[in-house]
Nanobody, 127 residues
Framework: QVQLVESGGGLVQTGGSLSLSCAAS????????MAWFRQTPGKEREFVVA????????NYEDSVKGRFTISRVNAKNTMYLQMNALKPEDTAVYYC????????????????????WGQGTQVTVSS
């Protein structure tokens, strides 16, 4: 199985930036499409962005387009999320996710499409 560990969350002011990392171990990281989800209290976990196994293709949720950038370095078994121009509505626990192999919606995964989850890292944006 693949183990995923997020890091880099914290508290920032509106308009600030954070960079999240997701370190993978225990499996073939390069063979999975990867994604970031986020969740706030009382809400369902929601899709943010996905990246193909080789990094060539990405798909962003509309509210983060132009502000967030996903990337991966397979040689380091690591995925990143650069978040700029942060807004209070970006406040959430952010989860790293490995997309189940064979899904037909690999770049737009639902929670049911995820094979492995990280533990989450808190991002708080103050106004």
């Amino acid at each position: 199985q693949v183990q995923l560990v997020e890091s880099g969350g914290g508290l920032v002011q509106t308009g600030g930036s954070l960079s999240l990392s997701c370190a993978a171990s225990g499996g073939a990281f390069s063979g999975y499409n990867m994604a970031w989800f986020r969740q706030t209290p009382g809400k369902e976990r929601e899709f943010v962005v996905a990246i193909s196994w080789g990094g060539q293709s990405t798909n962003y949720e509309d509210s983060v387009k132009g502000r967030f950038t996903i990337s991966r370095v397979n040689a380091k078994n690591t995925m990143y999320l650069q978040m700029n121009a942060l807004k209070p509505e970006d406040t959430a626990v952010y989860y790293c996710a490995a997309v189940r192999r064979g899904t037909l919606r690999a770049l737009a995964p639902r929670t049911s499409d995820i094979a492995y989850w990280g533990q989450g890292t808190q991002v708080t944006v103050s106004s």
